[in-house]
């Protein structure tokens, strides 16, 4: 199995969004960007406006979301290129 994780990068004119993380077993004090793993039955357009919404509280409408980047660690399992396409095609439509 390959867990999707979506990472949104707000900005508003020349400044960007930026959460610290606190009381977490992981990257405490460090910043992060707003996101989270994509859930099975959602898509990453999806799961990043939920993400959004529960990280900062802000309702973005949908189209303006764009996909920007794709990176794949290399500890988690490759992708096929169908499965990558159908991925991006989730996130598009």
Avoid at 14 to 26: E, H, S, T
Avoid at 44 to 65: C, D, G, K, T
Avoid at 74 to 89: E, G, K, P, S
Wanted: net charge positive; aromatic share 10%; glycine share 6%.
């Amino acid at each position: 199995m390959v867990n999707l994780y979506a990472r949104a990068l707000l900005c508003k004119g020349n400044k960007v969004l930026l959460l610290r993380r606190c009381n977490l077993d992981f990257g405490n004090g460090l910043y992060s960007l707003c996101g989270g793993r994509v859930e099975q039955y959602e898509t990453a357009r999806q799961a990043i406006m939920r993400e959004v919404y529960e990280e900062v509280h802000l309702s973005i409408p949908e189209p303006v979301f764009e996909l920007v980047h794709l990176i794949f660690p290399t500890w988690q399992h490759r992708l096929t290129m169908n499965q990558l396409n159908m991925m991006i095609y989730d996130f598009l439509r």
